[in-house]
């Protein structure tokens, strides 16, 4: 099974992405980790990317790639994977699809989970964390028991800033024009399964797992 895992931010990847890990034994392959290992690590493409980031420039695609190419080639990915965040747009999934067919393991299914914008906007701006213990609560959906103070050790919660409403918001529309692309790519090419991200985390993750296996 080799898998992109596609929903806009508080859609809830990361958690089903972890169960999906788990249930199916692959790796997650997420970009991020990949290219700061490789900078830690000192490895040519992370010395190519490091000397862009120190410009405070992005990291072209063809950085990104190679760093993907490297990553898919051990062993642990040899019964498929699960990619996070990549790619966040059609030019880098065109690029991605060569590169794969080059490897002869093109992606077998594409996996958007939706969620309505509202209720993206609660479960993003209604996050609380606490100060003391990082516990985290929603004021629309798991409120602590006395307002801003944590049940678990009464410390005082607070909103982080990229949990307010203008960053999410401006975070949801970059989102819209970039990302959201993709699930009509994905549709176009036959490997698209929607799974609508509502309910708890058990039954969105049954929704994912019946689809990928075509129940």
């Given at each position: 099974m080799r898998l992109v895992l596609l929903g806009a931010p508080g859609a809830g990847k990361g958690t089903q992405a972890k169960k999906l890990i788990e249930k199916y034994s692959i790796?997650?392959?997420?970009?991020?980790?990949?290219?700061?290992?490789?900078?830690?690590?000192?490895?040519?493409?992370?010395?190519?990317?490091k000397a862009v980031m120190d410009r405070g420039e992005l990291v072209p695609d063809s950085i990104v790639l190679g760093l993907v190419r490297e990553r898919l080639k051990r062993d642990d990915c040899r019964n498929g994977y699960i990619l996070d965040g990549f790619p966040r747009n059609t030019a880098q999934a065109e690029a991605l699809?060569?590169?794969?067919?080059?490897?002869?393991?093109?992606?077998?299914?594409?996996?958007?989970?939706?969620?309505?914008?509202?209720?993206?906007?609660?479960?993003?701006?209604?996050?609380?964390?606490?100060?003391?213990?990082?516990?985290?609560?929603?004021?629309?959906?798991?409120?602590?028991?006395?307002?801003?103070?944590?049940?678990?050790?009464?410390?005082?919660?607070?909103?982080?800033?990229?949990?307010?409403e203008e960053t999410?918001?401006?975070?949801?529309?970059?989102?819209?024009?970039?990302?959201?692309?993709?699930?009509?790519?994905?549709?176009?090419?036959?490997?698209?399964?929607?799974?609508?991200?509502?309910?708890?985390?058990e039954e969105i993750f049954k929704k994912v797992c019946n689809a990928l296996e075509g129940k």
């Open positions: 790796p997650q392959i997420s970009t991020g980790d990949i290219l700061r290992k490789a900078v830690a690590d000192g490895t040519p493409l992370g010395k190519e990317a699809d060569k590169m794969l067919s080059t490897m002869a393991a093109a992606l077998t299914v594409a996996v958007s989970i939706d969620v309505d914008k509202n209720d993206l906007m609660k479960r993003m701006t209604g996050r609380r964390t606490c100060k003391s213990c990082q516990q985290v609560y929603n004021i629309y959906f798991s409120p602590p028991k006395k307002e801003g103070v944590c049940d678990k050790c009464g410390g005082a919660l607070f909103q982080r800033d990229d949990d307010k999410i918001r401006k975070r949801l529309d970059v989102y819209e024009a970039q990302t959201a692309p993709l699930i009509d790519y994905y549709r176009r090419k036959g490997i698209l399964k929607s799974i609508p991200g509502t309910g708890s985390i």
